[in-house]
């Protein structure tokens, strides 16, 4: 198929904008486990300003999932890219195939954390 061909042309738009698409994700992710981190600092501090010793059951462990999370959304975004040129790849050789392998990775990474978390605020109360 010639590279020029409108077909082409559109298929590598929809790929460039689903790339994008992740890596808005990916960004999400990575921006949710910021907020994760300082409000775990937030709270360190606030119990430093009111006087009490916060002890290592008491700071749970917001401050490890908040960076797990920055790092899966970097993961997300690293894996956005691989694929970005594996579809790229094969539109142009016209052998394209759909692979769902990134969206159960990160569905469970996800859920897992999402799960932690849970547990975190239930315990926390």
Known sequence: MEAN???NISDHL???????????????IMA????????SL???QLAG???KQVTV?????SAVLGIVLVAVGMVT?????????????????????SSSLILSILTG????????????LIEST
């Open 49 to 51: 300003i009111l006087g």
């Open 109 to 120: 990474l996800i859920l897992l954390i999402s799960a932690l978390l849970i547990v975190y």
């Open 77 to 97: 975004s690293i894996l956005a890219f691989i694929r970005y040129k594996k579809t790229r790849r094969q539109i142009d050789a016209m052998s394209y195939r």
């Open 42 to 44: 937030f709270v360190k």
């Open 14 to 28: 929809a790929n460039e904008r689903t790339f994008l698409a992740w890596i808005r994700t990916s960004i999400g």
């Open 5 to 7: 061909k409108p077909g």
């Open 32 to 39: 949710f486990g910021f907020v994760v981190v300082k409000f």
């Open 57 to 61: 059951h008491q700071r749970g462990y």
